[in-house]
T-cell receptor, first 114, second 111 residues
């Protein structure tokens, strides 16, 4: 078990560009979550997958944000036409369906939009 | 609606001091409760959890007791160390698909 991994760890982009982040969950976990964290705040829930099904996406911040988990393993989060306000840490977490929904977090991807 | 509220920081303590970080929750039903810790430059790590009323979660000298009557899950440690300096987040399990974290409390322990 290598834990949740995220790539890249840091991304600097210019306003208006598209960015895509990848999350690889713990292998036996079928649930995967995306959060955004801004400075001085707790994680803000964005979306959630159970296997390949996206069961909650109403919290995605705008229609510029989209997420996929096509084979029920890794997931990608894409932000189109980035804005400076998108600068934040994007966190991925995974959990097993059984038990108490304990979530295990990756190290995050820090996005800076210039 | 359902939420988690935790004590605002930052908190600065001397080494070996007693720590309390308050956390209260609102919920319909009986959520599981968690404390996560985020060390500088790292991701969130699960510190401890409790799944039902009167349960006590503990880890690394930290403790928190699930109090249904006061809807609280306060984090305590009897003697903090410099290495405990981090941001601490209270969290609760979902209602439906909505997950909740507090805003975080920054702790700095000075020698």
């Amino acid at each position: 078990d290598t834990g949740v991994s995220q790539n890249p760890r840091h991304k600097i982009t210019k306003r208006g560009q598209n960015v895509t982040f990848r999350c690889d969950p713990i292998s036996e976990h079928n649930r995967l979550y995306w959060y955004r964290q801004t400075l001085g705040q707790g994680p803000e829930f964005l979306t959630y997958f159970q296997n390949e099904a996206q069961l909650e996406k109403s919290r995605l911040l705008s229609d510029r944000f989209s997420a996929e988990r096509p084979k029920g393993s890794f997931s990608t989060l894409e932000i189109q036409r980035t804005e400076q306000g998108d600068s934040a840490m994007y966190l991925c977490a995974s959990s097993s369906e059984r038990g108490t929904d304990t979530q295990y977090f990756g190290p995050g991807t820090r996005l800076t939009v210039l | 609606g359902d939420s988690v509220t935790q004590m605002e920081g930052p908190v600065t303590l001397s080494e070996e001091a007693f720590l309390t970080i308050n956390c209260t929750y609102t919920a319909t039903g009986y959520p599981s409760l968690f404390w996560y810790v985020q060390y500088p430059g790292e991701g969130l790590q699960l510190l401890l959890k409790a799944t039902k009323a009167d349960d006590k979660g503990s880890n690394k000298g930290f403790e928190a007791t699930y109090r249904k009557e006061t809807t609280s899950f306060h984090l305590e440690k009897g003697s903090v160390q410099v290495s405990d300096s981090a941001v601490y987040f209270c969290a609760r399990s979902p209602t439906g698909n909505q997950f909740y974290f507090g805003t975080g409390t920054s702790l700095t322990v000075i020698p």
